[in-house]
């Protein structure tokens, strides 16, 4: 694997990488917060998880729209059911 493109999307963290066929890869883990998108930050990687953890709520919380996604959904639900 010769390199790796980590992000943070605000709602996702993810790593981008070609396979050995060129197709692009993307490994991600969701995160408890809302943000509006798009949104891409790049990630250093050699953070510990804590450190990348905290980073990465610190960048969010900067966002427009940003919110617990338990209370993003609630909102949605309530306004397609008006």
């Known amino acids: 694997m010769k390199e790796l493109y980590p992000a943070s999307h605000g709602n996702a963290l993810s790593v981008y990488f070609h396979d050995p066929e060129g197709n692009r890869i993307e490994l991600f883990v969701d995160t408890p917060w809302y943000v509006q998108q798009p ?7 050699n953070l510990s998880d804590d450190e990348l953890w ?7 919380r900067k966002q427009p729209g940003f919110k617990p996604v338990d209370q993003w959904r609630a909102e949605m639900a309530r306004r397609m059911n008006a």
């Open 39 to 45: 949104l891409r930050i790049p990630m250093d990687m």
């Open 54 to 60: 905290k980073w990465a709520e610190v960048e969010a």
